[in-house]
């Protein structure tokens, strides 16, 4: 079992950066892959970012790409999601997930933290 607990949430304007981190507890996560996902209001889940187990492999969805980066350090069970040039449409609650191999696909994590909601004013 792992909990997980993301902070760094908050509002921000578009233009400005905020890194997430989620911490995670139970099981040592190093041997999780490790993913972020966002979900903005009336719309489905959406993947954000991966990071493999190491560390060494790292996959972003297009949104995301140049302006995100997902990163972790297993010595404090933490995995960050540095966000720089934000936007209004980055405006979602921001989650967490571990699982056994770095998927851009929310069906392949199986646990989940509770979130944390970012909002980017314009």
């Known amino acids: 079992q792992v909990q997980l607990v993301e902070s760094g949430g908050g509002l921000v304007q578009a233009g400005d950066s905020l890194r997430l981190s989620c911490a995670a507890s139970?099981?040592?996560?190093?041997?999780?892959?490790m993913a972020w996902f966002r979900q903005a209001p009336g719309k489905e889940r959406d993947f954000v970012a991966t990071?493999?187990?190491?560390?060494?492999?790292?996959w972003y969805a297009d949104s995301a790409k140049g302006r995100f980066t997902i990163s972790r350090d297993n010595g404090k069970n933490t995995v960050y999601l540095q966000m720089n040039s934000l936007k209004p449409e980055d405006t979602a609650v921001y989650f967490c997930?571990?699982?056994?191999?770095?998927?851009?696909?929310?069906?392949?994590?199986?646990?989940w933290g509770q979130g944390t909601l970012v909002t980017v004013s314009s």
């Open positions: 990071i493999s187990a190491n560390g060494g492999g790292t």
């Open positions: 139970g099981r040592a996560l190093p041997v999780y892959a």
């Open positions: 997930a571990a699982g056994p191999r770095a998927l851009m696909r929310a069906a392949g994590f199986n646990y």
